[in-house]
């Protein structure tokens, strides 16, 4: 971290916030030019709050020069992290494939999805019970039915199970049906939340916020990381920006940078990201070439019969061309699929 | 609503939307031209999602044209509602002033902060207890011992208290102690709290999401009317854009907008918005004169010694400058403070 | 600016980036840690790209702490700028109503707006004879034609005259029509048009680019001052979010940030940036609160009628009810309208 | 293009929309429901503005369907443009490699670079003559004489030239001494530029500006083709968004976008997108994943020593490897490079 004082800083201003980070357990190195002074601090500042430094008398701007996360940092831990979901794993050389319904809408739906994508080469289903909808009056999801429904449909192929818990109040229940729980974009940074996963014993799917910076993103899996629990995936799935042709603007090159930045597998979700069914082929081969350790795709017998989200499901047919495409690219990056 | 079929639509698939849409109680009415067909939609569409109907076979375009909330809208309750905070209101004539520090740090500090507030013209006492961080590291507020110390500030100087809820967990202590739950930004579709909340006897201080559109704020405030509580305030602090100059961008055009569209009050908190200290009182101006409905003013007896957040809270002369410029551009826009 | 070196840096490393800054005329103060080296770097660097040096080996991160324009700043010129137009100034106490339709149509149309701006206590008219326009297939403007009028209609009234050039060829028909060149935000970043008006003598209101920082736009600033034009005024007008509602998100907080980093005078367009008719006044009330040194603002005589952009136009009657409004924050807030 | 008249709209302001239209060439469907009309309108409404219509009394929304563009469109062209720059091509199934550096410096840089480049595959050069640069205080390019060594390099190694044009007093420079004009972000929307080119005999790279949408950036096109020029190819660079990591966020979701509404082939730029070294070849692989007709890569000899753009530059050996590894992923999805 580095502190730039103000031309017209006084000495003692300098030496009181010197005092401050030596208390800190930081040590500082002064240089003093001729119009203003710089404090070089090293040592552990990921307990101080940038602002907080900016904010004292004398200090004109505040640098970190260091992550701000400790336990996602790739510094902490130099090899990969395997998410193991079930009997499939996530961060090996084998890109996952997790797909299913946005939402379980009846049994006949989940089992026939659940046996098309296992069909497909998919390791994990995934699957709404509870729904995040933006309108209190559109369909919310079946609850505990659905995650019963989920569990019968996974188990006869053989697949794993990712759900969404909307809040701690979830967790028990996903917990009983589920082998991993996704914490969607709008919980991104709900913190009790974010907790109470890091307090479980399932692995997470953490989804990336709709204007979560990836700093934001890695900090958000930190709350998980330093409650223990350190099976935690991230999923990119689009941004907020101002182009309207696409839900969201998918954000690929955040692979490459949480590849550097941090040892959690990245997963991409390009059915939430560009809403676009036919646009989702392209995409999810774009991720493979960029290096995603996942792929997350939206499948419904009958995209146009889907209760929600149907504009962005593939159909049967589709997903086998999706995955044979994908197949291919991950060969040329030499990954599997 | 308006539905645009393809112009390869057949007679059948046009038919089958007709079918689905009536079924739902809406009529419909059917424009042919030569190249297209154009079902115009009447009734109450709002449960259901456009999407879906963009899904079936033959349909191009879905074009809603009524606001997808009800409850919070104009056309719903043309009166404006008027939100009670203990003896404070928000939503009448007087604007009314919420103030206080970001985090309670200590009794020392909110007491000197809620006689502060108080002199200078406050009815509301804001200050956080449970802090929503972006970093594990950093202060996360005193909990409960924070709520009891507000109140106790609060009813010496005969202020009402508002303060944040992280979670459903967190509302009976809320409840216990405060006049008014404060919903925060990242939050904002935190759905199963909004409905906790609108199950409560609390009024809301509902944040604008950090990059939720105008539609979608309304709509969060419709999963809290829905529930039966009606006393909903809301509260913008400023959107993310690409501008890193200030925190955020305040976007003082919700203002006029959400009076348009709804009957609820609009409060604005320039010091999330605008992040430097030196600017919120331009903005808190600029927030009076764009008819806002209340203020939220984060202060501090020496903001460079805040634990959090110092850089946007004004000092105590700060403040009552601040309310002495807006009592002009109130009394300016007919309105009092 | 301090450059802050990568742990691994080598001895060499650090000497090669040090002669580099010394040659450039800088001088260099070193401060070593136990973990990294930093260089605090005093005297001009704006000729010195930060990326530039962020490649060189060795080098991790280049902080600015100073701001990258030299003639724009408040620090090079601590006295606002007044910019004279015909009879009219930008940056007096006397806040600007620079007003007028967006596009000059007919003599009969001109004349009255002129006749309608100058009685509601405009001083400056605008008019577009030149249009961007986003589609080839629109109403592009009158050309010199609509100079012409505008010109003729505001001589009769004794008004200035502001008029965009979309290019350098425009300059010499602008100069001998009107009084102030307006750079419109599709060109703020077209450099050769900005340097052609930086050697004319024309004063220039250069809009903000839709998606420029205040940074750039005041280095847009720069590259008109550096030909030896001081005459330059600002103009926000909205800057392009996520927010479909407004056409874009008028940044307000513009305005107390750039009259503290800059001396230039800072206009508010609230007309393109909301681009909703009936909530101009209320943003027009709002930038005069927050400190605007002018207003500008899209008037027509049958909004409803206009060739392009009526959906932002204000009627003459609604003219006079924002200036009368304004009038009163203009004096809450010390100034006079 | 529907037009949906407010509830209280009266039958003469009805009638008064429909008698428009017709005089616009256009035939009208009246549809009326219990609560309101619609007015389908069919076709070619592309020289009218939608916004001019919702301004007539009466009209509460205006719903294009159509896109705006007509010579840019897949239904004008179904056939795939072919680019020809001298003897390369854009748009067949070779996927077209234009690598070169950000600015040309002297005479053995380019020569350097113009060797490696065509070693590594490419067919064209690129390189900046002219550079646009935010601060006045920054290199500008060579102009002419860099023009003239870009030239000389690349027929000693049998490349086209591809190179910037900032206005239209560059176009016969250009025009002389390279085989395709590019036009920059910040001048997207220069429309003098776009009809300058378009009047011009050369193909055109026509770059995406910042915070265009990509019906803008087919707009622009648009614009180029209305003058007779339809040589041209499109090219993806980043979009600015609110992620501060990267330099621009890259849209790569426009690349089956745009093949789906337009005929003209596009090329992603990786290098100015990112800006950061060593994320360009993930993205190179995920653009031609994503079915990209053309990468434009930026290439330095010493990525470290660039007078401009350096942190964004591979070296000789990095293109090297990034081309190989994209002609692989090239053969996954059926293309060439």
Redesign the interface.
């Known amino acids: 971290m ?1 502190v ?1 004082l103000a031309p017209e800083a006084t000495e003692s201003q300098i030496e009181e916030v010197t005092t401050r980070l030596s208390r800190a357990g930081l ?1 500082v ?8 002074t ?1 404090l ?1 601090v ?1 040592g552990d500042a ?4 940038p ?2 430094l ?4 004398g200090v ?2 505040v ?1 970190r ?1 260091e992550v ?3 336990l996602a940092s790739r510094q902490f831990e130099p090899t990969n992290t395997v998410v193991r979901v079930g009997s499939a794993t996530i961060g090996e050389s084998r890109i996952a494939l997790i797909a299913g319904p946005c939402a379980v809408e009846s049994e006949a739906q989940i089992m026939a999805i659940a046996e098309a994508v296992a069909a497909a080469g998919a390791t994990v289903l995934r699957g709404g019970a509870f729904k ?8 919310q999801g079946l609850g505990e039915e659905g995650l019963r429904l989920m569990r019968r449909a996974a188990d006869r192929v053989g697949l794993a199970v990712v759900t969404e818990a ?4 979830h967790l028990p229940l996903v917990e009983r049906y589920a082998d991993m729980v996704q914490v969607g974009s ?2 991104m ?5 974010l907790r109470a996963v890091g307090r479980s014993r399932m692995p997470v799917l953490l989804k990336r916020g ?2 979560a ?4 993103w890695l ?1 958000a899996a ?2 998980v990381l ?1 409650e223990g629990n350190r099976q935690v995936a991230l999923c990119e799935r689009g ?8 839900r969201n ?9 949480v590849q ?1 930045l941090s040892h959690l597998p990245v997963v991409v979700d390009p059915s939430h ?2 809403g ?1 069914r ?2 989702v082929p ?2 999810a ?7 995603a350790d996942g792929l997350m795709i939206e499948v419904h017998p009958q ?9 962005q499901s593939v159909s049967f047919p589709e997903l086998e061309g999706l995955v044979r ?1 994908c197949r ?2 991950a ?3 030499g990954r599997v699929l």
Request: glycine share 6%.
């Open positions: 580095i730039v040590s190195h002064r240089s003093s030019g001729r119009d203003r710089v070089g090293v990921s307990g101080l709050d602002d907080d900016g904010r004292l008398p004109r701007d640098v020069v701000p996360f400790r995040p909808r933006t309108s209190p009056y559109t369909f909307l809040d701690i109040a709008r919980n940074q709900n913190f009790p939340l709709m204007s910076t990836i700093e934001e900090l930190e709350h330093v941004i907020r920006t101002f182009e309207p042709y696409t603007t998918l954000d690929l090159s955040c692979v490459p940078v550097a990201a560009v676009l036919d646009k392209a995409m081969r774009a991720a493979v070439a960029a290096g995209p146009e019969q889907a209760f929600s989200d149907g504009a495409a291919k690219v060969g040329a990056v």
